[in-house]
């Protein structure tokens, strides 16, 4: 697990006071006011009552069928392609994000997998209102989700991103024998041989 310096994890009045508890199923919590999740656990209403969720961010082409009182539902209708574009989204899901914690409620981002696309607007929401650049919001996600991996094109639209809200890049994107990737998985792809 990456460590996270004790001074990303008090950037950020929302963000836990101890170390995340890494998860990979159910509901995974962020900050205070921030959950990511699969598709499967964002209908699961006792979890979500238990968890006093407000707001759910869809980040799928389907409409989710199944609502609750009481909750409001937001739909992002992406795929999770490298050619779709999720940066129009950053400033508005990230706003809300954290107007929903000013008003002491919680949102719960969720896409098909909790891997991708709500991965890549959870890393949006960490840059513009935790004030973290894009390695430590990585570091910081990655601790409290291990499986999270933005696809390539989103990782792009995250460094540009990054670039325009503190005019410098904490990671780049780089060849490797897989293709572009980003650095910060470099050392994971040595030696490998595609396919």
């Not at 990456?2 to 008090?10: A, C, G, K, Q, V």
């Not at 199923?25 to 969720?53: E, F, K, P």
């Not at 989710?64 to 009182?69: G, V």
């Not at 094109?153 to 670039?163: M, P, R």
Request: proline share 6%; charged share 15%.
């Amino acid at each position: 697990m990456d460590l996270i310096p004790h001074s990303t994890m008090r950037s950020c009045s929302s963000l836990h006071s101890v170390q995340p508890k890494p998860r990979l199923s159910g509901l995974t919590q962020i900050t205070h006011s921030l959950y990511l999740s699969n598709a499967v656990a964002s209908h699961n209403q006792s979890l979500l009552q238990a968890s006093g969720v407000t707001c759910m961010i869809s980040v799928m082409p389907e409409v989710i069928s199944s609502t609750f009182p009481g909750t409001e539902y937001i739909n992002i209708p992406i795929v999770d392609s490298p050619s779709s574009q999720l940066t129009e989204y950053f400033d508005m899901v990230a706003d809300k994000i954290h107007l929903v914690g000013k008003l002491h409620g919680r949102t719960l981002l969720h896409c098909i997998a909790g891997v991708s696309r709500s991965a890549t607007l959870c890393l949006a929401y960490l840059m513009k209102y935790c004030h973290m650049s894009l390695l430590e919001a990585h570091a910081w996600l990655r601790a409290c989700r291990p499986i999270i991996r933005p696809n390539n094109g989103f990782w792009k639209q995250l460094i540009e991103y990054e670039d325009r809200l503190f005019g410098k890049t904490s990671i780049k994107m780089v060849m490797s024998p897989l293709g572009v990737i980003p650095d910060i998985y470099e050392e994971t792809t040595r030696g490998m041989i595609p396919c």
